[in-house]
C-alpha cells in the first residue's frame, strides 16, 4: 500500500517549548487516521508542518509524494484541509468564498460546493460574518471537499456540528476512505474515532506513542489488576515480549496497563511469592489513550503514521518558530 503521508523524526521547536519531538509516520492511502493527544501535545503543529504552513526544525516529511516545505503550494492543492478555527473572509457571502476559492482550483469546483452548501441548508446570499459557528464549519467543510481531495485534513472537525450533522459527516469520512481517499482527523472525541478510524496514533508531549490499526492497538493492550497480601511487595514486570505501560498501587490492589500480554502470564504472575490473585480486562480506547497519557508512563515505545488541506480561506502564521 502507497504512503500518502510520511514523516521521519519530525521536530519543531519553539521558545521555551519542544513542540514536535522525532515523529516518525507513515499512512496508507484509503484509511481514516485519527490523531489522539491532549491540549498542547503537537497535533496542530504537525498538521502545519504537513500542510506546508510551518517548517519544521528538522526532520523530513512527504505528503501525497511532494515536499511541504519546498512545495507548499502544490500540496495545499492536493490536499483538503479544515484548521480547527478556520479564518474565512467574513465579509464576503456564502456563495462568493465559493467562487473565489473555485478559481483556484478545476471546473467541478463551484458545482460541488454550491450542491454542499444547498445540502446544509445554508444561504448562499448570507454574509459569512453572520454565520453560526456551526454553519461556519459547515462551510469550511464545503471548500475543503469541494476540489475532491486525495488527502483531506481536519482539525477538531467535528466542534460546533449538531448531532445529525455529525453522524452525516462521520459516515461521509468513512465513504471517502471506501472510495480510496485518505482522512486525517485530530480530535478530542474518542467514542468518534473509535467509530470512523481504521488507524490511530497517540502523541504526548510531542512524542508519539504509538500508531497503528485501532483494532490492532486494542487487542495489544491489557488492564492486570493483582490483588497482594503486602503492600510493600515488589512485583517483577511482566516477562517480554510484554511490555510495561504504566503501573499504579492502592494499598494491597496493582493495577498495570501491559502491551502485547499473553495469556499464559497471568499464571506466571499468579505464582510469585505474595500474589493472592490476578485479574485481566481488555481496555476501550479511551483508557489505552489515558493510560499512554499518564505522567510516568513508559516513553520508550514510540512509533507512526499520518496527513493535509485546500481552504484558501485558511491563514496561519509561524511566529515563535526557532530555526
Ligand atoms: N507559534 C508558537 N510559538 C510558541 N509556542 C507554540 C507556537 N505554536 C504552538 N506552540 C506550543 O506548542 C505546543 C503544541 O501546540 P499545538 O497547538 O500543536 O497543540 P495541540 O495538540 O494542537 O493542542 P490543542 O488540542 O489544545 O489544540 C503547545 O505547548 C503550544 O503552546
Redesign the pocket.
Same mark, same amino acid.
Given at each position: 500500500m502507497s504512503s500518502v503521508i510520511s514523516a521521519s523524526q519530525l521536530t519543531?521547536r519553539?521558545? !521555551?517549548? %519542544?513542540? &514536535?519531538n522525532g515523529v516518525d509516520l507513515d499512512i496508507p492511502a484509503g484509511q481514516v487516521f485519527a490523531i489522539l !493527544?491532549?491540549?498542547?501535545? !503537537?497535533?496542530?503543529?504537525?498538521?502545519?508542518i504537513l500542510t506546508g504552513f510551518?517548517t519544521p526544525t528538522s526532520g523530513t516529511c512527504r505528503v501525497c509524494d511532494l515536499d511541504p516545505v519546498k512545495q507548499a503550494l502544490q500540496v495545499r492543492r492536493r490536499v483538503g484541509y479544515v484548521p480547527?478555527n478556520p479564518s474565512l473572509y467574513d465579509w464576503m457571502r456564502v456563495g462568493e468564498i465559493g467562487w473565489f476559492t473555485a478559481s483556484f482550483y478545476g471546473d467541478g469546483f463551484l458545482p460541488t460546493y454550491r450542491q454542499q452548501i444547498a445540502h446544509y441548508k445554508i444561504p448562499e446570499d448570507r454574509k459569512i460574518k453572520h454565520l453560526s459557528k456551526g454553519q461556519r464549519a459547515k462551510v469550511a467543510l464545503s471548500l475543503a471537499l469541494a476540489h475532491d481531495p486525495d488527502l483531506l485534513i481536519l %482539525?477538531?472537525p467535528t466542534s460546533g456540528l449538531d448531532p445529525r450533522v455529525r453522524r452525516d459527516f462521520l459516515e461521509s469520512m468513512i465513504d471517502r476512505a471506501v472510495a480510496g481517499r485518505t482522512v486525517f482527523l485530530?480530535s478530542?472525541q474518542i467514542s468518534e474515532v473509535e467509530r470512523v478510524a481504521d488507524r490511530v496514533a497517540i &502523541?504526548h508531549h510531542?512524542q508519539l506513542r504509538c500508531c497503528e490499526p485501532i483494532d490492532q492497538l486494542k487487542e495489544s493492550m491489557t488492564e492486570l489488576t493483582i490483588n497482594v497480601e503486602d503492600p510493600l511487595i515488589t512485583l517483577p514486570p511482566p516477562p517480554a515480549p510484554a511490555s510495561l505501560v504504566c503501573e499504579s498501587v492502592d494499598g494491597r490492589q496493582r493495577q498495570m496497563i501491559v502491551r502485547g500480554f499473553q495469556p499464559e502470564m497471568a499464571a506466571v504472575i499468579a505464582s510469585a511469592t505474595g500474589v493472592k490473585d490476578v485479574q485481566t480486562r481488555r481496555m476501550s480506547l479511551e483508557e489505552i489513550f489515558i493510560a499512554y497519557t499518564r505522567e510516568g508512563s513508559d516513553l520508550s515505545e514510540a512509533t507512526n503514521n499520518d496527513q493535509v488541506v485546500s481552504g484558501m480561506a485558511a491563514t496561519m %502564521? %509561524?511566529? !515563535?518558530?526557532l530555526a
Open positions: 519543531m519553539f521558545r !521555551g517549548c %519542544d513542540a &514536535l !493527544g491532549e491540549n498542547g501535545a !503537537g497535533k496542530t503543529t504537525l498538521i502545519r510551518q480547527d %482539525d477538531e485530530s478530542h &502523541l510531542g %502564521d %509561524d511566529e !515563535g518558530a
